[in-house]
Structure formats: C-alpha cells, structure tokens
C-alpha cells in the first residue's frame, strides 16, 4: 500500500488559447514532467493526469506515475469552451482512478484539480449543474479545485469553479508568461505536496503567484 | 461519544473508551495476517539469522488473558501468527533474552550491561541539532522500555530536519514514569522544535502525575501550550510556527497482582493529534486511541499544539508480556496499513523487549510513500521473577 495523491491539470483547449499561450503551456509541460518524476519523494506518492476540453472533453494523460511515463502530450487548440463535458468527465475519471487505485491497494487522499481558461463556458449545456455534480459533498471523492483565469475567462465563473483557491491573470503580464507561472506554480503545489509527508493539507499553495490576483471566495 | 474511562477493569479491553472531543468511535477492524508460509516472501526486509527480529512464527501467548470483546473504541490492526497453541503464556513469563535483546559481548562477559538502568534526568533546553535518529531506552524494574525517532526517508532526500522526538521522565518522586512522543507539523517552519520541547516538556510535568486519577475524557494541557508558546515567542518565533502533535503515557512503576494471579500496571494515555498509541498483546496490535481514518476520509488535518490545548484521556489497564507503544503517525499509519511491517515489529517483541540496533532495523523498513518521520516509543511489562 502507498499513499497516493492524484493531481488533475485541466485545460483549456479552446481555439482562443492558440499560439503563445498554448505554447507556453506546451514549452512547461517537459519541465514539470522533469522535476516532478525525478524527485523519488514526491513521484512515488503523486499520480498526475491531463484532461483537456474545447467543444467536447478529453484524457490527454491518463492519471499516471510521472516517473514511468517517456513523455506528456502536447496541448492542441480548437473549438469553443465546454465547461460541463470536462466536469462530467472528470467525475467519472476520478471514481474509476480512484477505484483503480485502491484496488492496487493504495491509500488515495483527495485529488486536486488545477482548472485553467481563457474564455467563458459555453450556454448550450448547463456546465453549473455539472460543476454541482463534481462537487456533491455526498460525493466521497469530491476534489479540491484551483482554478486559474486568463484572457477572456470572467472572474465571477473562474471564482466560483476554483472553490479551492481562484486566481485571475491581472494584466502584468501576456497570457504566455502568465502561464509559465501557472506552471510553475502547479509544479511547486505538487512537489510541495508530496513532500509534505501526509501531514498537511492539500494541495500546499502559494498564496501569491505571479501575474495572478487571488479572487475572493465564492459567496452565495 | 465516548463514555467515561475507568481505571479499575480486570479485564483489559473494557478499559478504553472513546473521548468526547473525537467523535464517534470508528467501528472495529481487523486485520488478522495469514498463517505464516501462506504470504509471500517479505519484500521489505530479511529475516536471516543476524536480523535481530524474525518474523518467523515463534509461538506466542496463549489466547488473550484478558478475554472478552474489544471494545468499539479500539480495533485491531494487526496480528502475529500464534500457530502453535502449546505455548507458554508469555504474559507470565519473565522476559527471556533472545536474538532480539542481545548485544554484543567481547571477552569475559561483564556484569554491565549498555542498557540504562534508570531514566536520565534531562534538561529541558533543546539543542539547536536535531540528530537524524535517537534512541531512548531503559531497563526498569518491570517496564523494558525502546524508544526511536527516526528522520523521514523523505526529509532525509530533502536533506531537512527529523520533526519527531521521544523523551522519557519520571514524576510523582519516581513512581511514575513518563513518556511522551511528538510530531513536529512538516509546513511549520520550526515544527521540530516545537516537538522536542513539547515531549521533553510533558515526560518531566508535575502536572501530569494527576492523569492517572484525571476524571473525564479530557485533560488540561494548557501549561504546555503556555510554555510552547513562550518558548516560541523568546527565540522571535510566531507559535504556530512551533505546531505539534504531543502523546504521552503516564505509567504507575508498582505492578498490582489481579485476581489473574498476574500482573496489572495502570496507565493513562493523553494525547492532542493525530499520533497514536497501540497495545501487542497475543502477538496482536491494537490501536488504543482512535484513529481519524485517513483512508476514508481523504484528509489528513490535525488539531496540534500550542493551538490545540485539550488532551484526549485514556485509561489503560496493561498486563505482562503486554507492550505499550506511542507512535506518531510515520509509524502508525504503517503498523495499520502494512500487515508485514507489523508482523516485524511484533516480533521484536516476543519474549522480551529489542535492542535498539534491532528496533532500528524495522522501524528504518524501506516502503514506497511511507517517507515521514517514524517515532515508536515502547514499553514491555514484564513480570518480575
């Protein structure tokens, strides 16, 4: 038995997030890869995933240890915003990751979820109700969300998606640098929480990140 | 909701309920482990002729002398295999050295021996360096007591300080021996210092004598949290920055012989945290206190000191041959979840109490994700010939 902490990076892959900023992501993503799968403290107890979204959702990467896997995917833009499909998806995900864990014996502590978009979720489907649904307080597994806000995202919904923690590119910097923090700051959270040595809470987050502004709490 | 603790059982599961402040005592679980020959090798370490413990099935006690049914309060974690029933009852038996106990001797054989005879009378400043292991151990007239806090495999990677300590001390003019185990939070800056003071502090506190008699489920430690905090303040330290789990036992040193015709020792354990206290008895370990389930609840939050003043109280009725341990969770949450580890460590503990370099050889196990702090301070009753 291990203790497992899973970690969720869900991104935007809509057509707006084309050129600098995806590439940004793209150009991170290596190093993330690096730092976190060569660090035998923190890759033997955290499984990583990427979830991706546009007109539909997709598992870019399957949640896995970083250290056996050669390579991430590349992020690739097209489409429009679809908020609901990637939190249903991501509530089936994480039942049957969690599942399959614990069949492996694990002991799996509450997944996070890094959410991040520049735009505003389409009004075709009703993306608050699946929001709902992935964080059902009935539901056992329901996971903490760090939502991240860029380009044309309206804070109100990046606040209220990221119940964990919210934050809102604040203009000081192009979207792509900003996003280069956001990596480095996903990176950090997930070093940071497997090292805590499951005496913490998680994820460990900086209260400060660069080209951000923490968003108040959704209130209702 | 627990109901209040008593002092006076004979029969020695009835004493431990579950105190208020915890909430609903988790129902009992089992985990009883296969009859050995049945798992597979041991992957984590060896048990070979100069290991120290074997895992091997050297016959244990006889069913549990005390009988009757586990209280919902406490579970079972664990158990070693007693497959041979014409045993001796290691509950009456007066401790044997074994493979386990021995250090080594070279040439005419001595009349002292390394282990301590009494409890070192301490100071309770801290030293600035935190060493990566201490042990603690004494031979007492019936109490045989192994102590280790080891440095996390994973702050041994970071290269960053042990955040546990152990301290032993005696109170009430030395008949009552106390000891204490402390885990230092891994987010606060200066958590280690704050474990070291805290333990050094409760295994040498006046206070602590009227635990033993302490009506109720819960105990004033705000002395503690007092001194924590002023300690903090005095070296320019934000308190919180000093959080720590604090478990300590207060043990009556005179043996009471029950109607069993055996003996019987009280002790009360307190505890603010998460870090745990577990009884072998049989050759099977059981969790005292109660576990916050961390498996099932997908969150490992706890309510630590100077913040955290109010202990949880436990009153413990321990017989010969039974072993007291204090843990913190680095220690626990593998005694609870890894069967062979387990199975390990009760076998350092058979017939007598380890030598600290055979402890160390458990305790120390390689287990992937398992990389906090492990601290294990235990004692052994023995029946005095």
Known sequence: MSNILPFYLV?????????????????????????????????DKTRFSIVTFN???????????????????????????????????????????VAALKADGHRVFRPSIFFLSDGYPNLDRDWQKALADLLDPAWKLRPNIIAFGIGNADPAIISKVGVTRAFMADGTMTPAQALTEFAAVLT???????????????????????????????EV | ??????????????????????????????????????????????????????????????????GGTEPASIRDVATLPTDDPATVNASAQPAVATAATQWLWIGKRGRLPPVPARITQQPTEIPVQVPDTVVEWADLRGLSIRG??????????????????IALGEIGEKSLVCCAVADGLGTQPASHLGAAFAARLAASWPRAETLLTAQGTQFDCSEISAALQSEA?????????????????????????????????????????????????SGRWTALTKHDGAAESLSNVVEPLPRYSRASVWHLDMMAGDVLALTTDGT???????????????????????????????????????DDDRTFLAIRFEAVP
């Open chain 1, 11 to 43: 991104c935007d892959e809509s057509s707006s997030m084309d050129g600098p900023p995806l590439k940004a992501m793209n150009d991170a993503l290596p190093e993330l890869h690096r730092e976190i799968g060569t660090n035998p403290v923190v890759c």
């Open chain 1, 55 to 97: 007109d539909e959702a997709a598992i870019l990467q399957p949640l896995a240890d970083l250290s056996q896997i050669t390579r991430l995917p590349e992020l690739r833009a097209s489409g429009t915003t679809n908020y609901a499909a990637v939190f249903e998806l991501l509530r089936s995900e994480i039942d049957s990751d």
């Open chain 1, 188 to 218: 950090r959270s997930i070093i940071n929480s497997g090292s805590a040595a499951g005496d913490a809470p998680s994820p460990l987050m900086p209260s400060v990140v660069p080209g951000f502004t923490a968003l108040p709490a959704d």
């Open chain 2, 1 to 66: 909701m627990g109901t209040k603790p008593t002092t006076d059982g004979q029969n020695a599961p009835s004493e431990t309920t579950a105190p208020a402040e915890t909430g609903t005592p988790e129902s009992a679980a089992q985990t009883t482990l296969p009859p050995h020959g049945t798992e597979s090798p041991p992957a984590i370490v060896n048990s070979g002729p100069d290991s120290g413990c074997s895992a091997s099935p050297v016959p244990l006690a006889t069913p549990d002398a005390a």
């Open chain 2, 148 to 165: 280790l806090s080891i440095r996390g495999h994973g702050h041994r990677y970071e290269g960053s300080v042990r955040q546990d300590q």
């Open chain 2, 233 to 281: 303040q005095q070296r320019g330290l934000d308190p919180e920055t000093v959080s720590t789990t604090l478990t300590f036992a207060v043990i009556a040193r005179d043996a009471t012989v029950g109607a069993d015709g055996i003996p019987h020792w009280q002790v009360a354990v307190a505890q603010i945290g998460d870090s745990h206290a577990y009884r072998l008895r």
């Open chain 2, 332 to 370: 626990g949450n593998l005694l609870e979840d890894q069967p062979e580890f387990a199975l390990e460590l009760a076998s350092c503990w058979q017939q007598s109490a380890p030598s600290p370099s055979a402890l160390l050889r458990v305790l120390d196990a390689a287990v992937k994700s398992y």
